[in-house]
């Protein structure tokens, strides 16, 4: 319920405010001056202030200077006499959020109010998608989904991350290679140095050794002083060799000897310096089949293949969409400092429907158009998409997201989600048992 705290020395005007405001089911408080209501400001921070100028001892003014240091985002509404109007603006120049003059329409001051509580919400929710964000950030890259398929990928890195081994991840374009890459790096010991990514397709042939091993000053044309190269920067930590089958034939066979051989030579240099980083490839071809037609090393295939991570594709996932695309408008909404609309049952069949070439990274930026446009746009694709899921199934999956998404706005709290939702207790506990939903994955911390 919007909470509003009334400060005002006449008890006429605040008998009057009281039957209002309740009518519009907005809870206020009142005061006779504005020392009470700083007392109860230690306990309560409500959503919109409402104040006259002229009070015993201290005055509207006075708690404006004094609230905008403590408490600049609550707005406060000042309520001033006819004489006091050029107060009135100058204090509209220190932070106020209005002011209205007396003797004033009661729909205006109401009006005005709910303004005020909703940018105070506002402010609210952004805060709380920030720390959402920060929350998730300090865990690391995060791995999110339910199906079988992502469990046992996440069961996988749990047991090989703190090894030494070197790994090879397989998966179409935009399906998360680099972040399980990152989750790999950061579940080991090497997490404290550092994590180094090399798009292989992007670097052009002539400058991929200096890229991936230095050079030493006058090694070749242009070469004015040494530069360490990818490898050697990754000392003690990953390296993060993507589309690796975009690597010249020239520049694998040199790392396959830097793989068994664990050392480097900078280009224009005949020193071996010793290097300890784990390598982890990725692609989205089938190597083995590249290696039989020529257009790979084989050995080099199978030095990499120690072991092997398959990303799915998010069309053979779409369990994880609705969940995946809420963290993303958490996400996108406070990159963009910006709060953003629920889906609808028929905005998530849409996602449900959609096949996601691009995949996890379509999905992504579909969130991002959505928190900023406030409509779902997917591109090569028609609103009116066959569904692939009966009723019974879409209406299931809107289910499950509407209580992951009831569970995430309350921070896992159980008696909260049950008053958002209006669900019974056992019935809540049924759905999440039924869906799998483990209320500790949705606290903030």
Same mark, same amino acid.
């Given at each position: 319920?919007?909470?509003?705290?009334?400060? =005002? =020395?006449?008890?006429?005007?605040?008998?009057?405010?009281?039957?209002?405001?309740?009518?519009?089911?907005?809870?206020?408080?009142?005061? +006779?001056?504005?020392?009470?209501?700083?007392?109860?400001?230690?306990?309560?921070?409500?959503?919109?202030?409402?104040?006259?100028?002229?009070?015993?001892?201290?005055?509207?003014?006075?708690?404006?200077?004094?609230?905008?240091?403590?408490?600049?985002?609550?707005?406060?509404?000042?309520?001033?006499?006819?004489?006091?109007?050029?107060?009135?603006?100058?204090?509209?120049?220190?932070?106020?959020?209005?002011?209205?003059?007396?003797?004033?329409? /009661?729909?205006?001051?109401?009006?005005? /109010?709910?303004?005020?509580?909703?940018?105070?919400?506002?402010?609210?929710?952004?805060?709380?998608?920030?720390?959402?964000?920060?929350?998730? *950030?300090?865990?690391?890259?995060?791995?999110?989904? =339910?199906?079988? !398929?992502?469990?046992?990928?996440?069961?996988?890195?749990?047991?090989?991350? @703190?090894?030494?081994?070197?790994?090879?991840?397989?998966?179409?374009?935009? /399906?998360?290679?680099?972040?399980?890459?990152? &989750?790999?790096?950061?579940?080991?010991?090497?997490?404290?140095?550092?994590?180094?990514?090399?798009?292989?397709? !992007?670097?052009?042939?002539?400058?991929?050794?200096?890229?991936?091993?230095?050079?030493?000053?006058?090694?070749?044309?242009?070469? #004015?002083?040494?530069? %360490?190269?990818?490898? +050697?920067?990754?000392?003690?930590?990953?390296?993060?060799?993507?589309?690796?089958?975009?690597?010249?034939?020239?520049?694998?066979?040199?790392?396959?000897?830097?793989?068994? #051989?664990?050392?480097?030579?900078?280009?224009? &240099?005949? !020193?071996?310096?010793?290097?300890? %980083?784990?390598?982890?490839?990725?692609?989205?071809?089938?190597?083995?089949?590249?290696? *039989? *037609?020529?257009?790979?090393? #084989? =050995?080099?295939?199978?030095?990499?293949?120690?072991?092997?991570?398959?990303?799915?594709?998010?069309?053979?996932?779409?369990?994880?969409?609705? /969940?995946?695309?809420?963290?993303?408008?958490?996400?996108?909404?406070?990159? $963009?400092?910006?709060?953003?609309?629920?889906?609808?049952?028929? @905005?998530?069949?849409?996602?449900?429907?959609?096949?996601?070439?691009?995949?996890?990274?379509?999905?992504?930026?579909?969130?991002?158009?959505?928190?900023?446009?406030?409509?779902?746009?997917?591109?090569?694709?028609?609103?009116?998409?066959?569904? #692939?899921?009966?009723?019974?199934?879409?209406?299931?999956?809107?289910?499950? $997201?509407?209580?992951?998404?009831?569970?995430?706005?309350?921070?896992?709290?159980?008696?909260?989600?049950?008053?958002?939702?209006?669900?019974?207790?056992?019935?809540?506990?049924?759905?999440? *048992?039924?869906?799998?939903?483990?209320?500790?994955? $949705?606290?903030? @911390?």
């Amino acid at each position: 319920m919007c909470h509003a705290f009334i400060i =005002d =020395d006449e008890p006429e005007i605040r008998l009057a405010l009281k039957q209002s405001f309740e009518l519009e089911d907005i809870e206020a408080q009142f005061y +006779e001056n504005t020392e009470l209501a700083l007392q109860a400001l230690e306990s309560t921070l409500p959503h919109v202030i409402i104040s006259d100028i002229r009070l015993p001892g201290l005055s509207g003014l006075q708690l404006l200077d004094r609230l905008s240091k403590q408490h600049p985002e609550i707005p406060i509404i000042l309520i001033t006499g006819h004489g006091d109007i050029s107060m009135a603006v100058e204090a509209m120049h220190k932070g106020a959020y209005d002011f209205i003059e007396k003797p004033f329409a /009661t729909d205006r001051l109401l009006d005005t /109010t709910k303004r005020a509580i909703e940018k105070r919400q506002l402010t609210i929710e952004n805060q709380r998608l920030r720390n959402s964000l920060k929350a998730s *950030q300090t865990l690391g890259p995060r791995i999110i989904g =339910d199906t079988s !398929a992502i469990l046992q990928l996440k069961e996988t890195i749990a047991h090989i991350a @703190d090894t030494s081994a070197d790994i090879l991840i397989f998966g179409e374009t935009g /399906t998360g290679k680099e972040l399980v890459a990152r &989750s790999l790096h950061e579940q080991s010991r090497r997490r404290d140095n550092n994590f180094v990514a090399v798009n292989c397709g !992007a670097i052009p042939e002539n400058l991929i050794e200096s890229e991936l091993y230095g050079h030493e000053k006058g090694a070749f044309t242009g070469a #004015e002083s040494r530069r %360490i190269g990818k490898l +050697e920067h990754a000392q003690g930590g990953t390296l993060f060799l993507d589309e690796i089958e975009s690597m010249p034939m020239q520049a694998q066979i040199r790392l396959l000897r830097v793989l068994q #051989e664990r050392a480097i030579e900078r280009v224009g &240099s005949n !020193a071996l310096i010793p290097i300890d %980083i784990r390598v982890i490839a990725a692609t989205k071809v089938d190597l083995k089949q590249a290696a *039989q *037609q020529g257009n790979f090393r #084989e =050995d080099l295939y199978y030095r990499l293949n120690v072991v092997t991570l398959e990303l799915p594709p998010l069309r053979e996932r779409k369990e994880d969409i609705a /969940t995946l695309f809420h963290h993303f408008l958490l996400v996108a909404a406070s990159r $963009y400092g910006k709060t953003s609309q629920a889906l609808s049952s028929q @905005d998530l069949s849409l996602l449900l429907n959609h096949d996601w070439p691009g995949n996890v990274r379509e999905l992504r930026n579909m969130a991002e158009r959505f928190v900023l446009l406030g409509r779902l746009t997917l591109e090569n694709s028609s609103t009116h998409e066959k569904s #692939e899921l009966s009723l019974a199934e879409q209406i299931a999956e809107f289910e499950k $997201y509407t209580l992951e998404q009831a569970l995430t706005d309350n921070h896992g709290s159980i008696k909260q989600t049950m008053e958002t939702l209006q669900l019974a207790r056992k019935t809540l506990y049924d759905k999440m *048992q039924r869906y799998q939903l483990d209320k500790d994955n $949705y606290k903030a @911390d």
